[in-house]
T-cell receptor, first 113, second 110 residues
Framework: DAGITQSPRYKITETGRQVTLMCHQT?????MFWYRQDLGHGLRLIYY???????DKGEVPDGYVVSRSKTENFPLTLESATRSQTSVYFC????????????FGQGTRLTVV | RKEVEQDPGPFNVPEGATVAFNCTYS??????FFWYRQDCRKEPKLLMS???SGNEDGRFTAQLNRASQYISLLIRDSKLSDSATYLC???????????FGKGTSLLVTP
């Protein structure tokens, strides 16, 4: 189905473990983003990508790594998870055009224990 | 100073009421503006774009004031289903990441 999908939807991991959140979009949008959403902070940008093999840091990149070898995929890796990374993570894609609408995945709820 | 600021609310209004939200942004070079809606535990979805001349979509009216750097959203004849968080979104440079406000919570009561 066309759209943007995230996996897993829910994840519990232990402090210090590496975990990867997946994001896949079928529209061939150039831009993809990772946001985290926490109470009191709203949506904060972690990383974004303007095209395959082009990524850049957002507002809160520390502790995260991204890659974009293919246009449709934009995985986010927590290298060594910490409790402060417990959050809801949203992936989004965007194509610069008249509408300029960003589409979001359903989110991944990550708990680090 | 946050790039996009909103009153978090909550706004509690009765059905049928008119309610307005405002949002201010700090980057005067910002080019694109949007209102997104987010239901509890769901992903944000575009409600409407905001154009310089102002625009209307049914019961929703959005306005942009570039001189004062604020955006507004007016909801007329509120419905129970309008209960959600409304996110003000600014694209500081065309084609780059979107900056979100923290959102304004609206609760429409019977």
């Amino acid at each position: 189905d066309a759209g943007i999908t995230q996996s897993p939807r829910y994840k519990i991991t232990e402090t210090g473990r590496q975990v990867t959140l997946m994001c896949h979009q079928t529209w061939s949008h150039s831009y993809m983003f990772w946001y985290r959403q926490d109470l009191g902070h709203g949506l904060r940008l972690i990383y974004y990508s303007a095209a395959a093999d082009i990524t850049d840091k957002g507002e809160v990149p520390d502790g995260y790594v991204v890659s974009r070898s293919k246009t449709e995929n934009f995985p986010l890796t927590l290298e060594s998870a910490t409790r402060s990374q417990t959050s809801v993570y949203f992936c989004a894609s965007f194509q610069r055009d008249r509408a300029n609408e960003a589409f979001f995945g359903q989110g991944t709820r990550l708990t680090v224990v | 100073r946050k790039e996009v600021e909103q009153d978090p609310g909550p706004f509690n209004v009765p059905e049928g009421a008119t309610v307005a939200f405002n949002c201010t942004y700090s980057n005067s070079a910002s080019q694109s503006f949007f209102w997104y809606r987010q239901d509890c535990r769901k992903e944000p979805k575009l409600l409407m774009s905001v154009y310089s001349s102002g625009n209307e979509d049914g019961r929703f009216t959005a306005q942009l004031n570039r001189a004062s750097q604020y955006i507004s959203l007016l909801i007329r004849d509120s419905k129970l289903s309008d209960s959600a968080t409304y996110l003000c979104v600014v694209n500081p440079n065309s084609g780059y990441a979107l900056n979100f406000g923290k959102g304004t919570s609206l609760l429409v009561t019977p």
